[in-house]
């Protein structure tokens, strides 16, 4: 929720590209954390760093809290790049399209938790790389601007004819 206020805010309407990217790589790092400090499939017997459960509860907390200030940015954005498509239309694609990752996900690694963890990370990166090319179109922010200085302008029009 706090994400989302700050980019409704007028200094960050037309940042969700930097936003997203900010949260994606502080996700990857803190991912790339857990994976350093719990046996994975790349060093299945001793962790690389030193950890504890409250460590790792921490980095998984982190790695949560930044993954999901994402979402509401994703959302937004979407409906920024889709505009004049309805919003629910770009919001529904957007929640079939996790949907069906996470079903492959399910399907690649059951019960295979070092694996899941492993491509978690990857995801992750692969998101991170994929938003850095995105080009950022905000129509919708433009449509809107477009309407409120045409009133402005036909007010002003109307005041000046008094």
């Keep these: 929720m706090v994400i989302g206020y700050i980019g409704?805010?007028?200094?960050?309407?037309?940042?969700?590209?930097?936003?997203?990217?900010?949260?994606?790589?502080l996700c990857f790092i803190f991912c790339l954390?857990?994976?350093l400090s719990?046996?994975?499939?790349?060093?299945?017997?001793k962790p690389l760093l030193p950890s504890d459960a409250a460590f790792i509860g921490v980095l998984l907390s982190i790695t949560g809290f930044f993954f999901g200030t994402a979402f509401p940015l994703y959302y937004e954005?979407?409906?920024?790049?889709?505009?004049?498509?309805?919003e629910s239309l770009s919001a529904s694609i957007l929640a079939q399209f996790f949907n069906i990752v996470s079903l492959i996900f399910l399907a690649i690694a059951p019960n295979r938790s070092k694996l899941m963890n492993l491509?978690?990370?990857?995801?992750?990166?692969?998101?991170?790389?994929?938003?850095?090319c995105t080009r950022f179109i905000y129509r919708r922010k433009d449509e809107e601007l477009r309407k409120v200085q045409?009133?402005?302008?036909?007010i002003t029009h109307d005041m000046t004819n008094i």
């Design 33 to 35: 954390l857990f994976q």
């Design 150 to 154: 045409e009133q402005t302008n036909e």
């Design 8 to 25: 409704d805010h007028r200094r960050f309407q037309r940042s969700f590209k930097t936003l997203i990217l900010i949260s994606l790589i």
């Design 119 to 132: 491509l978690v990370l990857i995801i992750i990166g692969i998101s991170t790389l994929m938003v850095a």
């Design 77 to 86: 954005s979407l409906a920024e790049i889709m505009h004049p498509l309805p």
């Design 38 to 45: 719990v046996p994975t499939l790349l060093w299945p017997n």
